[in-house]
Each structure stands twice: as C-alpha cells, then as structure tokens.
C-alpha cells in the first residue's frame, strides 16, 4: 500500500463555518498560498452555490495557486454542481466534492428517504459530477454513525460510478477511535475496487478525538486527512493538521509520509488566528503558545540537561526559533522586516515605514515586543481602510463616579461626535459609539485577553455583535483595554454597515 499520505485542507470551508470568522477573498486567498508554501496537497476553497462570494473565492483561489488541487463542495444537487464546475473553471487541477447523508439519521429525519434511493442519488451525483471534472470525490455525510455493510454498498456504487476519492466522515464526532479504524478497516476488505481509490477521513471533534480518530483511520487504510489550521471548524472543531503532520513526523515507525514543510506550520497557524480573529488556545498541541513552555522544576533541570527528556518534537521543526531577535524601542526598520518576513508577512516600503510609526509607540510602552504585538500592529494597518474608524475616545471613570465616555468616529472622512454614561467605562464607550451608529445592535459575547504579562502589556478584546438576526466578530488590541473595546465593536460594525 502507498504510504504517502495527502493532506487536505479545509480551513476555508469547513473551517470557516465558524461563526463570526468569515473571511474576504483577499484574505483567502493570502491563506490558500500560505497552505500551497506550507505543502498542503487538496485546497477545499468553498461551496460555490452558497453565497456568490465563496463562488468568487473558489474563483480566485483557483488563480492565485500553482500546484495544489483545489476543491469545491457540493450536495448532491445538478445545480451545486454545475456551478461548482464553473467556479472551477481556473483550477488547474480542480476537484468536485460531492455527497450525500449515509446515516439512517440522515435518510429518515434529513432526507425522508430510504437506503436504496440514496444510493441512487449518491451515483447520480457522482456520475454527473464527472461529465465536468476527472477528479470527483464523495463523501458519505455521518458515515460515522453509518451501518458498515450499508455503507459498503454506497461506497462501491460511487466508485463504480467513477469517485475517485471516497470521503468517510465521522460528521458528529460521534466514533471511538478503536471503533473508526475498524470502519476503515471493513471497507478496504469488503468494498470491490476500494484498492483504485484514496480513501478520505474527515473527523470531528465533539469528544475530543478528531485526531486519534484520524490516525486510526490512516493505520487501517486511509491515505487522505481532511483537516484544519489550528483545528478550526464547526462546533468543537476539525482534526488539526499541525497534529497530524507531527504526529506521523515523530512516529516514523508507522511508515507514513506527508508533504507538510512542517518549520512553516507555527507562522500559518499564527495567520490563520489573526486573520479569523480566532485565538489559539495556549495549551493547543503544537502550536499553543505553552506547548514548549516548562514551568515545573524537574521538567526544566531535565529539558536544560536533555531537551528530549520532556519534548518530543524540537520547536525548530514548527518553525519556533529559540534564538529570534527580541525586539525593543531601539530596532531598526530591518529588524522589523526580518521579523515580519519570519510570520510571513510582506509589506511593500510605504506599508512598512507605517508599522515601523506603530511599532515604535508601541514600543515606547512596552519593554519587549512579542509576535503577537506585531500581528496585531500589522493588522491595524491592513484595516486602515475601514470605512468606520475610532478618530478619538476620552473616558472620566473612577470608584464613586459615573463613567462617561466621549467618542468621535471617522465614516467615511466625515466626522461624528456623542457622550454618553455608562455602567464602567467600556459599557459608556460602547453606548456613545451606538448613539452614532442607529443600528440595534446586541454585544453578545465579550472576551478580554492578555498577550503575555504585565500591566503595561497589549490586551486582546474579542466581541460577538449580533445585528439583524447575524453574528459579526470583532478584534482588537491595545494597550488602554477601553480603547481596544471600542475599536473591536467598531471592527464587529465594519463588516455590517457599508
């Protein structure tokens, strides 16, 4: 059996079903050439017929990478996939993923069918989905949940019918391991032609086992991970493909290679978050930011004798470097470019002298500058374009005093004043700026984070904005955390008045 396992990425599908984290097409396509450098194999880049923005993401995408195959979802409908076709048009080698519910969960609640008229529909699809491209892959929706001889029949029947990928999702991340590599297992011993096709899995992570899922799959036949950066996607997320690259990276004894350039892995991950607005969670396998940090006494005496005793995997392999330039009020503009090129970031000289003007404010309240204080500060730039903008905030608060807030907003170059009080300071700063904008709007989650330590350091505000029944996702960072407030509310704004 081959041992190459191919990655397939589904950050800008499945992982970008997370709500609030939608992405623009500059934006996708900045992450669809970062997984082409990273190595990534298959790009799903959207679901065509959904919005005629993913359409012109799958579009562009199709553009703006070389090698990588790029893949576009579909139900099992003609018309998804004609359009899917169509959006294709630019791939060079493009892909349609089409399918359908397997589960009697799905055919009796979802579909109101039965098992036999799937599997009509299932070679229908796929059939026609050929008529467009060579490359067709089917999934068979909850598989996990699915009947093994059932889903056998499914699966030769779509082979049959020409799928060359066969797509075996655990939907609900409902499968124990042990339980889904015998899934794997049965249809590579009881499905005819299964030995001509690659065999999928796509697993989620509702009890935590998205990837020991995964990896029992590919031990039991599987030879294409369905994954994502930093392991985003719906509900409690999609197996990560840092974990599954590592994963076979050092355990070299199961024999199974990938094309993942893994010392890119740390700098993607880290886009990824700050583009989605999405933070990784600090003890993250991989890519945390505690997933080298050693606080106990006996781990640290034993990693200074030994770094093997308690580490696995060299940081360097990820892309962490233990030796990087630490950055201070005195850098130079060269200092700051290496370390943008180093996360993957490029700016051209003008984009660069005004991070440079940002850094060094920055840098005049803080001692050191850490990545995170870079992605933030390069962020701002990149949304100085917004058509909403904090021109100016000034707060009275104190113990015993009412707080009051004043505001002034950029829209458009036109300036716009209110005042209003509050219960704290944030609460008045978010009132004045509702005064301005006649909108009802609901803060629905709040979340403050500190980067690192220390009262002089940059705080990250996460904001859920609900707006006419939709929830828009707003960021920000700043050292004065009422500033970051208002300006994360004023970005969750952004994405909703034009």
Not at 91 to 99: D, E, L, M, P
Not at 204 to 225: F, V, W
Not at 318 to 330: K, Y
Not at 339 to 348: A, M, Q, S
Request: aromatic fraction near 6%; proline fraction near 2%.
């Amino acid at each position: 059996m081959n041992n190459r396992l191919y990655i397939f990425d589904t950050t800008l599908r499945d992982g970008e079903q997370v709500p609030g984290c939608q992405l623009n097409t500059v934006e996708k396509i900045q992450v669809a050439k970062a997984l082409e450098s990273l190595g990534v194999d298959v790009i799903e880049a959207g679901f065509p017929v959904s919005s005629p923005g993913d359409f012109n993401s799958v579009v562009e995408i199709s553009k703006a990478v070389t090698w990588p195959t790029i893949c576009a979802l579909t139900r099992a409908v003609e018309k998804d996939i004609e359009v899917a076709a169509e959006a294709l048009k630019y791939a060079k080698r493009g892909r349609i993923h089409t399918g359908i519910g397997t589960s009697d969960y799905h055919i009796k609640y979802k579909f109101n069918s039965t098992r036999e008229e799937i599997i009509e529909r299932a070679v229908a699809a796929v059939s026609y989905a050929k008529r467009f491209v060579e490359d067709v892959q089917f999934y068979a929706e909850d598989a996990g949940r699915t009947d093994n001889e059932y889903l056998a029949r499914v699966i030769e029947a779509v082979i049959k019918a020409g799928a060359t990928v066969v797509n075996i999702p655990d939907t609900t991340g409902y499968c124990l391991p042990a339980e889904f590599g015998a899934k794997i297992k049965y249809l590579v011993e009881n499905v005819n032609g299964i030995d001509k096709v690659t065999i999928a899995t796509h697993c989620h992570n509702d009890l935590g086992m998205a990837t020991a899922n995964t990896i029992e799959g590919i031990i039991n036949g599987a030879r294409q991970a369905e994954v994502t950066i930093n392991g985003i996607g719906e509900r409690a997320g999609n197996t990560s493909l840092e974990e599954v690259a590592m994963i076979f990276k050092s355990h070299k004894d199961l024999g199974i290679s990938t094309n993942i350039n893994t010392p890119k892995i740390y700098n993607t991950s880290r886009m990824v978050s700050s583009l989605m607005n999405m933070p990784v969670q600090p003890n993250k396998a991989i890519v945390g930011r505690n997933a080298f940090a050693h606080s106990s006494g006996i781990h640290q005496d034993g990693v200074l004798k030994n770094r093997e005793s308690y580490e696995i995997i060299d940081p360097k392999d990820i892309g962490l470097d233990e030796n990087s330039i630490v950055l201070t009020a005195r850098s130079g503009r060269a200092a700051l470019k290496h370390r943008l090129h180093i996360l993957g970031i490029e700016l051209d000289k003008d984009g660069l002298d005004k991070a440079y003007e940002s850094f060094l404010k920055l840098a005049d309240r803080k001692k050191d500058i850490n990545d995170d204080d870079i992605m933030m500060l390069v962020g701002k730039h990149i949304n100085k374009d917004a058509r909403i903008k904090l021109d100016y905030l000034q707060v009275t608060s104190g113990v015993g005093l009412q707080s009051v807030a004043s505001v002034r907003l950029d829209i458009a170059s036109e300036k716009f004043e209110a005042c209003a009080s509050g219960n704290g300071p944030v609460d008045a700063a978010i009132l004045a700026i509702k005064q301005i904008i006649h909108r009802q709007m609901i803060v629905k989650e709040f979340l403050i984070q500190a980067i690192t330590k220390g009262s002089n350091d940059v705080g990250k505000v996460h904001m859920t904005v609900e707006y006419d029944g939709n929830s828009y996702y707003g960021f920000s960072a700043n050292t004065d955390i009422v500033a970051a407030s208002a300006e994360a509310f004023i970005n969750a704004i952004n994405k909703f008045v034009h």
